[in-house]
């Protein structure tokens, strides 16, 4: 995983420092290097090309470096002491480092701002993972190009998010579990913990179960106290390990609707939502009473998003799919939040993306919505891949709504006679702030003239909401049932430059 990491990440910095054909550059990593023994640390130079370009190490032995296209050059570096590494080439010189071997005490870094985002990679072109919350002091076993890695959590945080401290970091201790159910179908579990504690959550709905990961932490009560009898959490474990506390558990009937998680000083605090109470299916004739969705259509405003080579606005086609989407859903009893039903931004325009995005979030969760679609049209970076590009994907962040993704998937593109359809992982705002199942669809590519048209004919918009609004009946239908609908049309290579 390291090494994949430190591989992508040339690929990533190799195209935006280009330097001048026949000067030395070192081009990554930048900055100073912390890695740990044994760790392999990837580089790469550019310099003139058929000359040989040596790696020097801090004990003063070189090692040639690899020309994979003409001027490029690459290598992989096991560092044995701390110093620096210079790269040589005909009498140039660059300078790469200085490096820090990571052999005794690790740094200590403290996080300085509320929600730090975390990556899963030293670039912010890496997935986001579960923020870190301000205060919380950890371990620090690499730093590449201005990132740092934590101990034990994983995940990489960006010096502009933390301070490096010389003290210990933080020890959060378990002392008091809590669960509390109100009878509404929700969970509370208020978690004692007294120091800032990063989390890792590893959602297992097909086993029940839902486990929550405490790195570094260490515990000091092994007592659950329930204030009700417990239905929708009837199990929670703790299991202690050297690397930390796991926090496991059982749900009931409900299953995973959906969770969030917050670090409210001192305690840690997880909430499960309730999921709807829907009639039963032969029961009444509005087979959606009770049940709320959020629906979001992507862009609008000054952002157009995606725009087709005859001028349509991927913001406008956007739009036209949740109206009839939310007619669709109205019509059987559902109540529909809509994040905007004009050509206009969410938030104030022209604030930054970020916050647009999590207006849209706000909306949701303000609705106390079930749901949480979010409905785009796809195009691709490159004019060429673009016009032919074709295909239904839908987007899923968190594990609750992998489900939904995949029932979405084959019902949405045979309504828009659609032969490619994937469900795929993507780390997007509006799907990973959400606490409820969320999904972003990509309907079909904007970019292709040929489907542009198609968004013009009377009836798309229609067609298409008609095959969300199937997808999301089988979704209701079958929760948890997984068996027999998973499945993937093409990999995830094939995807498009989606919306964030
Ligand atoms: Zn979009």
Redesign the pocket.
């Known amino acids: 995983m390291r090494r994949l990491v430190l591989v992508l990440l040339l690929w990533v910095l190799g195209g935006v420092f280009p330097a001048q054909a026949g000067e030395l550059k070192c081009l990554s990593p930048q900055g100073e290097i912390w890695v740990q023994p044994g760790e392999i640390l990837h580089l790469e130079v550019q310099g003139m090309p058929g000359v040989p370009a040596l790696l020097r190490l801090p004990d003063g032995t070189g090692i040639g470096l690899f020309e994979w296209e003409p001027g490029r050059f690459r290598g992989a570096v096991l560092p044995n002491r701390s110093g620096t590494l210079e790269v040589e080439q005909a009498g140039q010189v660059c300078p790469l480092g200085p490096v820090l071997l990571l052999e005794r005490e690790l740094p200590v870094l403290e996080v300085v701002r509320e929600q730090a985002p975390c990556r899963s990679g030293p670039d912010s072109a890496f997935d986001r993972l579960d923020p870190l919350p301000e205060g919380l002091r950890s371990l620090v076993s690499a730093r590449l190009n201005g990132w740092l890695r934590l101990e034990p959590a994983g995940g990489w945080v960006h010096l502009e998010s933390v301070r490096l401290h010389p003290v210990a970091p933080s020890r959060p201790i378990l002392q008091r579990v809590e669960l509390e159910e109100p009878g509404d179908g929700s969970a509370r579990l208020t978690m004692r913990l007294g120091d800032p504690a990063a989390w890792r959550v590893q959602a297992e709905p097909e086993l029940g179960r839902l486990v929550l990961w405490l790195p570094g932490a260490g515990q000091a009560t092994g007592h659950v106290r329930q204030v009700s009898h417990p239905q929708r959490v009837p199990l929670v474990r703790l299991e202690p390990s050297e690397s930390g506390v796991r926090v496991i558990l059982g749900l009931g009937r409900a299953g995973l609707w959906g969770y969030r998680l917050r670090w409210q000083s001192p305690d840690l605090v997880l909430t499960l939502a309730p999921p709807p109470d829907l009639p039963q299916p032969d029961q009444d004739t509005r087979p959606l009473e009770g049940l709320v969705v959020a629906l979001d259509p992507?862009?609008g405003g000054d952002d157009s998003?995606?725009i087709g080579r005859d001028g349509r606005r991927?913001s406008e086609v956007?739009l036209e799919v949740a109206l009839a989407l939310r007619r669709l859903l109205e019509r059987a009893g559902a109540r529909v939040a809509m994040t905007r039903e004009t050509d206009r931004s969410v938030a104030e325009p022209g604030v930054p993306a970020a916050e647009e995005l999590e207006a849209r979030v706000l909306r949701a969760e303000q609705a106390q919505a079930h749901l949480f679609l979010s409905i785009?049209?796809n195009a691709k970076a490159s004019v060429a891949e673009g016009r032919v590009a074709h295909g239904t994907d839908i987007y899923y962040y968190h594990p609750q709504s992998r489900e939904l993704a995949a029932s979405l998937a084959a019902p949405l593109a045979r309504a828009v006679q659609e032969s490619r359809h994937a469900f795929l992982w993507r780390s997007f705002h509006v799907i990973r702030q959400t606490g409820m199942p969320a999904v972003l669809v990509e309907v079909n590519y904007l970019s292709n003239p040929t489907l542009e048209a198609r968004t013009r004919l009377h009836g798309y918009a229609d067609q298409a909401a008609g095959g969300l609004y199937r997808g999301l009946l089988d979704f209701l239908k079958a929760p948890g049932d997984s068996e027999g609908r998973v499945r993937f049309s093409e990999s995830a290579s094939t995807r498009g430059e989606?919306?964030p």
């Open positions: 992507g862009h998003g995606a991927e956007n785009h049209h989606a919306c």
